[in-house]
């Protein structure tokens, strides 16, 4: 068997199992829950906020658009029965890269105003937005 045919096979096979991971739950609601918790329901509003909490459960963020004031902090609180991760979109959200969780918690405090876009890069459906004013 040559060596070509060979990575042809694992490249497929890679392919495929990514294109499964993609497949078996993508699907995301971003509507925001209020009934969830205090935290989701202040971060939730337009006010911006020192702290807030981004719930990762259920194939979304809740809530998906949060408001900070600069040098504000958000957690986000893993808890699905799939993998997660949070990944920024764009230049400016760069230093948005959290490891993978299925349980846990992982926080990032904001410095710069401006806004910025996330994902989950195993779920890219799943998205959000933090908005961090002066």
């Given at each position: 068997?040559?060596?070509?045919?060979?990575?042809?096979?694992?490249?497929?096979?890679?392919?495929?199992?990514?294109?499964t991971l993609l497949a078996s739950g993508c699907g995301s609601d971003t509507t925001a829950s209020s009934s969830?918790?205090?935290?989701?329901?202040?971060?939730?509003?337009?006010?911006?906020?020192?702290?807030?909490?981004?719930?990762?459960?259920?194939?979304?963020?809740?809530?998906?658009?949060?408001?900070?004031?600069?040098?504000?902090?958000?957690?986000?609180?893993?808890?699905?029965?799939?993998?997660?991760?949070?990944?920024?979109?764009?230049?400016?959200?760069?230093?948005?890269?959290?490891?993978?969780?299925?349980?846990?918690?992982?926080?990032?405090?904001?410095?710069?105003?401006?806004?910025?876009?996330?994902?989950?890069?195993?779920?890219?459906?799943?998205?959000?937005?933090?908005?961090?004013?002066?």
């Open positions: 068997m040559s060596t070509a045919y060979r990575w042809g096979r694992a490249g497929a096979a890679a392919a495929l199992l990514i294109g969830d918790s205090t935290s989701a329901t202040s971060a939730a509003s337009s006010a911006p906020v020192t702290a807030a909490t981004v719930d990762v459960k259920d194939m979304q963020f809740s809530p998906d658009s949060v408001t900070l004031k600069v040098g504000g902090t958000v957690t986000w609180k893993f808890a699905d029965r799939f993998p997660h991760a949070v990944q920024g979109i764009g230049d400016s959200a760069m230093g948005i890269n959290s490891p993978i969780f299925n349980a846990g918690e992982w926080s990032h405090t904001f410095a710069i105003p401006g806004t910025y876009r996330y994902l989950c890069p195993l779920h890219p459906d799943m998205h959000g937005t933090i908005t961090v004013v002066p």
